[in-house]
């Protein structure tokens, strides 16, 4: 027989503090791969905002607060509608942001933190959540990679001889690695968006709608063969989860008709242009 093509490797991890009630603080390889993707993600957003004439300031306090609610949700869903045992046995884990986040619990969270923003500043949504979305996928990938490592998504039990197979695990068995499995399909989305996709162009919503309808069949696939998991009338919360997805991209695409409000987003170049005629016609110092 043959042995898997992919080992599971455990990279190594260190212990940084045990405090009390809350417990281990480890650092692993996870969080500075999350961290590195928020950055470059942060970074490829604000490329985005300036390719498309968006203004910086708009675009940088959102992306403060999308970063906010979609960490503190991502945690609570994953906590409360994977792990609700552990928010049972120690209510505190609900704060601890740092153990346990799901990418569809992100998702929402990011588009509450949006919302709310945008309609305080009184901006169109579609544009912004392209540009969200156009530095998620950086920074997604990048996570995805990081789950891989720590193998955080244990997958159906195959033999060894498959092509994919990652082992031994622990308990001796050979898995898929549904991390890793992700991570393989998201670099050529990522990069079919970034160097491919002539999304300049398109009309607000197209990107969002185009990275929906490639995403979420295959994350509906992806759950099926997970190891075990709570079901909910027979799917998991990120299959309902990717259902809305799939929606969200066929109307985006094919059914939303363009509107005028959609292309009233807040000019970077208006903002600069009343700064400049604010400071012409400040009387001169002194």
């Not at 162009?201 to 969002?208: F, I, M, S, T, Y």
């Not at 799917?235 to 066929?250: D, E, F, K, V």
């Amino acid at each position: 027989m043959l042995e898997a093509l992919i080992p599971y490797l455990r990279p190594p991890e260190k212990l940084i503090a045990d405090l009390p009630v809350i417990g281990p603080l480890k650092l692993q390889f996870f969080g500075p791969l999350v961290a590195a993707g928020v950055i470059l993600g942060y970074h490829r957003c604000l490329h985005y905002a300036k390719r498309k004439n968006i203004d910086e300031f708009i675009a940088r306090d959102m992306m403060f607060w999308v970063l906010v609610t979609g960490f503190v949700i991502s945690h609570w869903v994953s906590v409360l509608f994977y792990f609700p045992e552990d928010v049972a046995a120690n209510p505190l884990v609900l704060i601890m942001v740092w153990n346990g986040l799901s990418s569809v619990g992100g998702f929402f969270g990011a588009l509450v933190g949006m919302i709310w923003y945008l309609r305080k500043m009184k901006q169109p949504y579609l544009v912004y959540v392209d540009m969200l979305m156009y530095g998620l996928l950086v920074g997604f990938t990048m996570g995805r990679l990081g789950c891989s490592l720590v193998h955080d998504h244990p997958g159906s039990i195959v033999d060894a001889s498959h092509i994919l197979a990652v082992g031994p695990w622990p308990d001796g068995q050979y898995r898929l690695d549904l991390g890793l499995l992700e991570f393989m399909y998201l670099v050529p989305i990522t990069l079919y968006v970034h160097l491919v996709y002539n999304w300049e162009k398109a009309r607000p919503g197209v990107l969002l709608g185009t990275v929906a309808l490639l995403y979420a069949p295959y994350r509906f696939i992806l759950d099926t063969m997970r190891e075990k998991d709570k079901l909910y009338l027979g799917l998991t919360t990120a299959q309902y989860s990717t259902l809305i997805i799939l929606a969200a991209g066929i109307y985006l695409v094919f059914i939303r008709k363009p509107r005028p409000e959609d292309n009233e987003w807040a000019r970077d170049s208006d903002r600069a242009a009343r700064e400049q005629a604010a400071k012409a016609a400040a009387p001169p110092a002194g």
